[in-house]
């Protein structure tokens, strides 16, 4: 394949070295602010009996986070505080990166969904759990006739 040149030298040559892409702004740290790297980052797996959910909460312990269903959307909270007897201690902080508040996410999992159904599980920093699909009701083929009058 012919290539256009001047000179001997490919037109094309540096064309891609000198094509920039626009940089797109850091969005989620637009949205989110300086905490963007808290938020819990979730994986969701579609199954043939419903969904796996996956939730990194890192540096959590069980009893900070709270599940909750009502009218069919299931909030996941997480709240944390650093402990008190830090600040006691001898020194000054010259920086402080770990995460001190609450964070939380709601999802529609439907109105057929109950508390039962869920079996939530926190090991190594991951909260587990499954939401089942709904049933599929057969759909009943009802014929409408028209009356023809005549």
């Not at 938020?39 to 909750?68: N, R, W």
């Amino acid at each position: 394949m012919m290539m256009p040149s001047i000179f001997g030298e490919n037109l094309f040559d540096d064309f891609m070295n000198d094509f920039t892409f626009p940089k797109f702004p850091d969005v989620e740290k637009e949205l989110y602010g300086k905490h963007a790297k808290n938020l819990m980052k979730t994986d969701v797996k579609d199954t043939k009996e419903g969904y796996e959910v996956d939730i990194d909460l890192p540096g959590f312990k069980k009893d900070e986070i709270q599940m909750e269903l009502k009218e069919g959307v299931l909030t996941v909270s997480a709240a944390k505080g650093l402990d008190k007897d830090e600040e006691k201690k001898d020194g000054t902080y010259i920086r402080k990166e770990r995460y001190a508040g609450s964070m939380s996410r709601s999802f529609y999992v439907g109105k057929h969904v109950t508390e039962e159904d869920i079996h939530p599980k926190y090991e190594n920093g991951i909260l587990s759990f499954s939401v089942p699909k709904e049933e599929a009701k057969p759909v009943e083929e009802k014929k409408h006739y028209i009356s023809i009058e005549g």
